[in-house]
């Protein structure tokens, strides 16, 4: 099965960037998903990127994929205190023979300091 | 519009009781996953429904879990004898499988089994 890692802590500046990483085993995955859950709340849809791109661009994300080595990263521009949350990285297999199901990584906390 | 709808947002159980846990999937959508964090865990999934076809439930962690969808939308998680270990946040999500295959996450029902 799939496995996905990130790093457990991430600690910025307000105004600084942040870049949240994460690795996965499963080359067949198709769309690559960016979560986020702020305390006590659900999961919120932040991004995801298709597999056969490089870099997608939304607002202040920046997801960048390089496929061949199995690492996706999110970049946070100009981060804000309610940036602070825990971000998943969750690949599928949307499309393919799982029907999307995701598998979560454990999840970066990300703190932003004012 | 409406999103994903959960009950009972908590729920406290004695060990060995059964626990039914509900999910409203958003109006159209065809797909709808359980899935259960926990802080051993972290996010796992559970099982998925995609319109008529069999439901996979791959995740399921033992006999006991079982999950009906009637009429193609409400979802019902039921726990039979309940473990301590049963002890998460049950999320459900939906979306449409295929094409980029979004899940868009309820809010959770937290279940403690004492």
């Known amino acids: 099965g799939e496995d996905v890692e990130q790093s457990l802590f991430l600690s910025v500046r307000e105004g600084d960037s942040s870049v949240i990483n994460c690795t996965y085993t499963?080359?067949?995955?198709?769309?690559l998903y960016w979560y986020k859950q702020e305390p006590g709340a659900g999961l919120q849809l932040l991004t995801y990127?298709?597999?056969?791109?490089d870099m997608k661009q939304d607002q202040r994300l920046t997801v960048l994929l390089n496929k061949k080595d199995k690492h996706l990263s999110l970049r946070i521009a100009d981060t804000q205190t309610g940036d602070s949350a825990i971000y998943f990285c969750?690949?599928?297999?949307?499309?393919?023979?799982?029907?999307?199901?995701?598998?979560f990584g454990q999840g970066t906390i990300l703190t932003v300091h004012p | 519009g409406a999103g994903v709808s959960q009950s009972p947002s908590n729920k406290v159980t004695e060990k060995g009781k059964d626990v039914e846990l509900r999910c409203d999937p958003i109006?159209?959508?065809?797909?709808l996953y359980w899935y259960r964090q926990s802080l051993g865990q972290g996010l796992e999934f559970l099982i998925y429904?995609?319109?008529?076809?069999?439901?996979?439930k791959s995740g399921l962690p033992s006999d006991r879990f079982s999950a009906e969808r009637t009429g193609g939308s409400v979802s019902t998680l039921t726990i039979q004898r309940t473990q301590q270990e049963d002890s998460a946040v049950y999320l459900c999500?939906?979306?449409?499988?295929?094409?980029?295959?979004?899940?868009?996450f309820g809010p959770g029902t937290r279940l403690t089994v004492l």
């Open positions: 999500a939906s979306g449409t499988s295929g094409s980029s295959g979004e899940q868009f």
């Open positions: 499963d080359s067949s995955s198709t769309y």
């Open positions: 990127i298709f597999s056969n791109m």
């Open positions: 969750a690949p599928s297999d949307a499309g393919g023979t799982s029907y999307g199901k995701l598998t």
């Open positions: 109006s159209g959508h065809t797909a």
């Open positions: 429904f995609q319109g008529n076809s069999a439901p996979d």
